[in-house]
T-cell receptor
């Protein structure tokens, strides 16, 4: 059974709309992340949270807002969607031991028309 | 910032042949980074394949090997004899402690039976 659940698996949206990508982890981790990958580009770091607090933000646009309502949740709200936002969004988590590996969800593939 | 460059895919190799996926990195810190290979099998999330945290050391897993070469800033992934089950997307990555991990674009590998 997957320990990091991302919903939905596929998402189609129209330009200008708003969507929320869901991520829940059942690994007991305190650190959660969002990454994004567009076609032919590196898997790009977006945000990291630790104990529900923002630790690092590499996303220039304020249209991307993480939301952590519970310790094991880190959703991603995207407003005013653009076609360039089309990508697969991956949620990840890890424990607090140094050099511990990341565990990833299966991703949400977002297409903005 | 940090960056990772790896063999551009897709790569197709016949079963039982040897494989090398090249990876070079550029790190901004004076400290040596930890280096990783992650893999995403069809229908699954990314998972750690192997990691090396000490320059000059070799990591291995599932018949794959990678050696941390700080002189050439490389971490190439090799396997002597691939199997059909090795078909996946492979990502080279670097990181420091529990800070964010920087990934390459991924290399899609297909093994021909």
């Amino acid at each position: 059974d997957p320990k990091i659940i991302q919903k939905p698996k596929y998402l189609v949206a129209v330009t200008g709309s708003e969507k929320i990508l869901i991520c829940e982890q059942y690994l007991g981790h305190n650190a959660m992340y969002w990454y994004r990958q567009s076609a032919k580009k590196p898997l790009e770091f977006m945000f990291s949270y630790s104990y529900q607090k923002l630790m690092d933000n590499q996303t220039a646009s304020s249209r991307f807002q993480p939301q952590s309502s519970k310790k094991n949740h880190l959703d991603l709200q995207i407003t005013a969607l653009k076609p360039d936002d089309s990508a697969t969004y991956f949620c990840a988590s890890r424990g607090t031991i140094s050099n511990e590996r990341l565990f990833f969800g299966h991703g949400t593939k977002l297409s903005v028309l | 910032g940090d960056s990772v460059t790896q063999t551009e895919g897709p790569v197709t190799v016949s079963e039982s042949e040897s494989l090398i996926i090249n990876c070079t990195y550029s790190a901004t810190s004076i400290a040596y980074p930890n280096l990783f290979w992650y893999v995403r099998y069809p229908g699954e999330g990314l998972q750690l394949l192997l990691k090396v945290i000490t320059a000059g050391q070799k990591g291995s897993s599932r018949g794959f090997e990678a050696t941390y070469n700080k002189e050439t800033t490389s971490f190439h992934l090799q396997k002597a004899s691939v199997q059909e089950s090795d078909s996946a997307v492979y990502y080279c990555a670097l990181g420091y402690g529990n800070e964010k991990i920087t990934f390459g674009a991924g290399t899609k590998l297909t093994i021909k039976p």
